[in-house]
């Protein structure tokens, strides 16, 4: 069955517990044929919950209201609806971009609808930064089994797994401190169940349930998120680098910190133009972004105390004995530029200009050889024109 909402086309999404969905620019909205037990951290009705109605309510971004809960309330009565049985959700991110996900194992079944933007993505224990746009993920997921109260929050912690998993595996970065992030600062979940057949106690990672609940919670989100923010597996070395808060302009701005300048080369402009160009040719190469990725991720594994024999304080203090960046550092400038470029690493690792010096023991290194090998086959190639 299908419609068209305000030049949508929309399916009709059949889910759990005798509940359908529909999908409208302003709201989602999910309504059952028979009561939900429901455990949530939504903004309507939160909490241990008897509904028929989930909303999740679209707002602009920078949205501000002191009393979101009122709000919500007043918009659900608007659209014929009993607040009193409606669990409701506010999120920024565009509703079509949601993430859906069903799984059947055996006579449990598990539907899980996804909203998803990470703009706001921060590491869990990090203190918040206050956003503009502040992205969030709300999960809900409804099973056609009958649960208990325990068994409820044990499905709350698989979900959070579930998402966790998602954001490790994109990497996707802290908006705070540029590590690893492990959700939004505003995600909010509602798992609900059936209110008949037989009783399920547990909902944990080793169950049939929790595994249900595990995999169409990581397949909704992760729709969710590379449909609505565009992190893809796949997405270029210079986007992963913007994610760390390394910018384009930055690796320029340190090229030309280092560049020797010479009239005849023409103007600084055009030689900031050649950089680009030849950064954009050497980052879209996976050789490249691979060491370059590979030198990243240690620096994570270093911060965490990962490495052996290096603990996380000698790590942070960039001890003489660690060779292994300046190894990997040589490797890079050697693929992109060939001896010419070790050369010109060897000068930026000693300057270390712009952005390159405040980043960590790999990264420094990694970062600075990507610069390096560019700015050596930039001479090159201005050589060639004179």
């Known amino acids: 069955m299908s419609w068209n909402i305000r030049g949508w086309s929309i399916r009709m999404l059949n889910l759990p517990v005798g509940a359908h969905m529909k999908c409208y620019r302003e709201s989602l909205i999910i309504k059952s044929d028979r009561p939900i037990r429901a455990l949530s951290s939504a903004v309507l009705n939160g909490g241990f919950r008897r509904v028929n109605s989930i909303i999740v309510r679209h707002v602009p971004k920078g949205f501000r209201c002191t009393d979101p809960e009122a709000y919500l309330a007043t918009y659900v009565e608007g659209l014929g609806l009993t607040p009193d049985s409606t669990t409701g959700f506010i999120t920024a991110a565009d509703l079509k971009c949601f993430g859906l996900s069903s799984l059947s194992l055996g006579k449990v079944k598990v539907s899980t609808v996804a909203t998803a933007g990470t703009s706001n993505s921060m590491r869990v224990g990090e203190k918040p930064a206050l956003a503009s746009n502040a992205g969030t993920v709300n999960i809900i997921v409804l099973m056609n089994v009958r649960a208990t109260d325990s068994c409820l929050v044990n499905a709350v912690q698989t979900v959070t797994e579930a998402k966790s998993l998602v954001f490790k595996e994109l990497d996707i970065r802290s908006s705070i401190s540029h590590r690893l992030a492990?959700?939004?600062?505003?995600?909010?979940?509602?798992?609900?169940?059936?209110?008949?057949?037989?009783?399920?106690?547990?909902?944990?990672?080793?169950?049939?349930?929790?595994?249900?609940?595990a995999n169409t919670v990581y397949r909704a989100v992760k729709e969710a998120v590379e449909k609505h923010g565009g992190a893809t597996p796949n997405r270029p070395l210079l986007t992963r680098l913007e994610e760390r808060g390394i910018r384009i302009k930055?690796?320029?701005?340190?090229?030309?910190?280092?560049?020797?300048?010479?009239?005849?080369?023409?103007?600084?402009?055009?030689?900031?133009?050649?950089?680009?160009?030849?950064?954009?040719?050497?980052?879209?190469?996976?050789?490249?972004?691979?060491?370059?990725?590979?030198?990243?991720?240690?620096?994570?594994d270093g911060y965490s105390g990962l490495i052996p024999s290096l603990p996380e304080k000698k790590y942070s203090r960039d001890p003489v004995s660690l060779l292994a960046d300046e190894i990997l550092g040589m490797a890079i400038s050697n693929y992109i530029a060939g001896a010419k470029g070790v050369f010109e690493y060897v000068r930026f690792d000693r300057t270390k200009p712009g952005i390159i010096r405040k980043l960590g023991p790999f990264a420094d290194d990694a970062v600075g050889a990507l610069v390096a090998g560019v700015s050596s086959n930039v001479y090159t190639k201005l050589g060639r024109r004179r």
């Open 250 to 300: 930055d690796l320029e701005d340190s090229f030309m910190e280092n560049y020797i300048h010479h009239k005849a080369l023409g103007s600084k402009i055009k030689v900031r133009r050649i950089f680009r160009g030849l950064l954009e040719e050497a980052a879209s190469d996976h050789n490249v972004a691979a060491l370059v990725l590979g030198a990243l991720h240690l620096d994570d």
């Open 182 to 213: 492990t959700g939004t600062s505003t995600d909010a979940v509602m798992v609900g169940s059936a209110e008949d057949g037989p009783k399920h106690h547990y909902a944990g990672p080793g169950t049939a349930l929790g595994m249900a609940i």
